[in-house]
């Protein structure tokens, strides 16, 4: 993209929104920063063409910690319009995706944190982009407060932000603050704002001239369960591995507290300290996290499945499979089950 080289701050009228697309230095998913940029130009350029003499919607800005960011060693090559210096309001702050190793990009970004808070005082809102969320826990402004990111990378948040709350949708608003899930589910956040800030009308119109999957809210039928094992509590990580080698029998917690060494009650305390889950949740989440496996690549009928991952209750399994994963087992086989299984 071409750089802009006005120095000057940007001036725009009560109605058109700044929008500042912030490029971090180091790693980071281009597309999320990109596409933003592409969807909010959209906008512009419908309004533009429904009614010349109307100002435009937003202001849009790439805005980074320096001139120039190189990306893909040296593939890419990213020239901000302006830097967070020269910027003293704007209205909205989009945080893409970063990638790599998340705490040294952290730690690379430290310079925009007190810029993104001084902008959220002034009345900016924030909206961080998958892993873009990492960033903005550092700013200190989620603490207390529930965030989504990438299900892929929620051992890695919990371990640096455990004052933050991670949730499953697709799209997370608090007090100014929005985050998405991961990937190109950044998207159907984007379209959350162009709703916001113009109209349903506008936001339905983008979906359909980029294709997006409009009113996604919920990123649990794309998530794999693994486990949380980022933690030092030894007794627990065998806990979890014996349950991971039986999923499918009958674990009495009773008894797996008594193999621990501990009552039950210390064990289950430990146990959910260590991952965030109790030791039912996670036995519950190792069952249909086999149970999604077998949906996506065999033809074993649903009850098949149910009793090969330890259920005997019809109505229980269905239950708890939806629960966790936002769609029934028969629903989950038809959007994700292999092409020929």
Known sequence: MKKNNSKKNVQHTSTTKHISIFIPAGDFILSSAIGSYKIFSEVNRTLQKQNPAKSMAFKI???????????YDGAF?????????????TDLIILPAINGDIPAEVKRNAAVYPWIVQQYKQGAEIASLCTGAFLLAST???????????WIAYDAFRTMFPDVELVKTIIHEEKGIYSSGGAYSFLN???????KYVNREMAILCSKIFEIEINRFNQS???????FKMHEDETVIHAQEFIEKNYAEKI??????????????NFERRFRKATNYSPAEYIQYLKIEAARRQLESSRYHINEVMYAVGYNDNKAFRTTFKKITGLSPLEYRNRFQAYGA
């Open 252 to 265: 009495n917690i009773e008894e797996l507290a008594t193999r621990s060494l501990l009552s039950r009650r």
């Open 77 to 89: 090559n990213i020239r901000p319009h302006t830097t967070i210096d020269k910027v003293e309001k």
């Open 140 to 150: 200190g402004l989620l603490k207390g407060k529930k965030t989504a990111t990438h």
């Open 221 to 227: 039928s794309f998530s794999i369960f693994s486990g």
């Open 61 to 71: 800005q790439l805005v980074g910690l320096s001139e120039e960011t190189n990306l």
């Open 189 to 195: 956040l984007i379209l959350h704002l162009v709703e």
